[in-house]
């Protein structure tokens, strides 16, 4: 390895890094000569720029940006962790003894419809409605499905289904009220 070089733009945007020895810099870039060390502290902390000549560090964030930053992350992982917890399959065993994953509660099926309320449709209905005899499990197989079985998987969609939307809303109504980014990240489900 050999000396190290910073490129920059015109607005002291570093663009890239050359080695003279790994890859030399093309004719015509502007860059500036840097340490080792700092040539792994540009990598490690992204936004070092280089003024009049020299290799600048970015500014070190304030306490309300640090917040705000750990607030926004927080609620794309509270986000997340709902969309994951609405969508995980329920597993549940038919009269048949047969044990499979089926579509969660809130997983989209047919037209908009979703399985826990075309569940409840066809619960609504009566057993002497239910006819079909089966029920499609997540791998697509038609299982064998009584009409005490469409209740037992509608009852475990109604158990699996532990976060509701206020939950969600509750925890995100936290993370902004929260002073510390510790705090923060403390709210979870």
């Known amino acids: 390895m050999g000396q190290k070089y910073a490129a920059f733009n015109n607005s002291g945007m570093i663009t890239a890094f050359y080695d003279s020895v790994d890859s030399p810099v093309p004719s015509g870039v502007a860059t500036i000569p840097i340490t080792d060390s700092e040539w792994q502290a540009c990598l ?3 936004g070092w720029t280089v003024e009049n000549g020299s290799l600048v ?18 609620i794309a992982l509270l986000k997340s962790a709902y969309q994951t917890a609405m969508n995980a399959p329920v597993t549940f065993t038919n009269a048949a003894g047969v044990t499979s994953t089926y579509p969660s509660g809130n997983t989209i099926l047919i037209n908009g419809m979703k399985a826990r309320d075309m569940l409840a ?11 079909l005899g089966k029920w499609l499990d997540t791998n697509n197989v038609a299982q064998v499905f ?6 037992g998987l509608a009852a475990a969609m109604e158990a699996a289904i532990t976060i509701d939307w206020t939950d969600l809303v509750s925890k995100i109504a936290e993370v902004n009220a929260a002073t510390t980014v510790a705090d923060v990240q403390a709210i979870t489900f």
């Open 44 to 46: 490690s902390q992204p």
């Open 146 to 151: 009584t009409f005490a079985d469409l209740q």
């Open 121 to 131: 449709e066809v619960i609504a209905a009566g057993s002497s409605a239910w006819t």
């Open 57 to 74: 560090a970015p500014p070190t964030p304030t306490a309300a940006q640090l917040l705000a930053q750990a607030q926004s992350a927080q």
